[in-house]
């Protein structure tokens, strides 16, 4: 495995190694080659545009329509830049650049629109509609610098996940395709069901079937879906996509007696040094992205980027 830097043009900036930490601003991220420290550059430029791919990170949310400070944290971004420290593909640099959007907010999230029958149809453009619309923008600013579309990727969890997927069934011509973990965005639907969350937050489901159909009226979706059937927001009700032609859905393994296991890797998370029990986090089948078990899945994470470079370059 070749090690690399990315060669940017940027200021840097030293942040702790605490899995604690919460980073808000949008930037490059990358891992000290020589301590492991992570680093970013909030410079929004690119040396040898060509040369580089370019992963773009689209975090989750706090809240379904309503605006937060959040981005994301430390131990969250670990495997994603120790996977562009340790990989070039077809030769080209990868460069992680991390998004943060959790600042908008929906049109009418001051109306609970989400608890109230009456308020449905949403009033306005939602905050998923405006996330899919500045990262599209982010897509379009990137090929400006001289990125070339088919080294673009979108990658997230969560909500920025279900907007990635969003994206690609309706924008499939702004980027190479997209790698996703945990797509969701609209509460516990797996935990509780379809008909109690709906009883429950009545305003969410009819803006999650609107997402799901527009994915699934993709002609085709050539993106690479993680899950996890533990996960209480979409685990076992984003089967669905498993329906979509050319979308790879690939379900990580559930609990078992002594914790999460990932081709016989018990999963850790950052914390003392990896030594936290992936099932010791809040969410664990919604984040099980985050622990090192899931670098096994690397090689196909990897795999999949050189393929869509080599079909989009025919």
Request: hydrophobic share 35%; proline share 4%.
């Amino acid at each position: 495995m070749k090690k690399i830097i990315p060669v940017i043009l940027f200021i840097l900036f030293s942040l702790n190694a605490y899995a604690g930490d919460g980073f808000k601003k949008s930037g490059f991220f990358y891992m000290n080659e020589n301590n492991g420290i992570i680093k970013y550059s909030k410079e929004f430029e690119v040396e040898l545009p060509k040369d580089k791919i370019v992963l773009i990170w689209n975090h989750g949310q706090e809240y379904t329509d309503k605006k937060s400070k959040d981005c994301v944290w430390y131990d969250e971004m670990v495997n994603l830049t120790a996977l562009i420290k340790n990989h070039k593909v077809l030769g080209k640099e990868m460069l992680l650049y991390v998004f943060c959007s959790d600042h908008l907010q929906g049109d009418s999230y001051k109306k609970n629109w989400e608890e109230k029958i009456k308020l449905i149809p949403y009033k306005g453009k939602t905050k998923m509609d405006k996330r899919v619309e500045a990262i599209v923008k982010l897509t379009d600013d990137f090929s400006s610098l001289g990125v070339p579309r088919n080294q673009i990727f979108l990658m997230g969890n969560s909500c920025g996940a279900w907007a990635n997927l969003l994206i690609m069934s309706q924008f499939s011509e702004k980027v190479a395709g997209g790698i996703e973990f945990m797509p969701a965005c609209y509460g516990w639907v797996s935990k509780n069901g379809i008909e109690k969350q709906t009883g429950y937050v009545p305003g969410f489901m009819p803006l999650r079937q609107k997402g799901i159909n527009i994915i699934k009226n993709a002609k085709k979706l050539p993106v690479l879906v993680f899950t996890n059937p533990d996960d209480i927001f979409e685990g076992k009700t984003s089967y669905w996509l498993k329906e979509i032609e050319e979308l790879q859905f690939i379900e990580t393994p559930s609990k078992e007696k002594k914790g999460y296991f990932i081709n016989k890797k018990k999963c850790m998370v950052i914390g003392d040094d990896w030594k936290d029990p992936l099932r010791s986090m809040k969410y664990p089948g919604h984040t099980i992205w985050s622990a090192d078990c899931f670098q096994f899945y690397n090689s196909v994470i990897l795999e999949y980027i050189e393929k869509r470079i080599k079909y989009e370059n025919n």
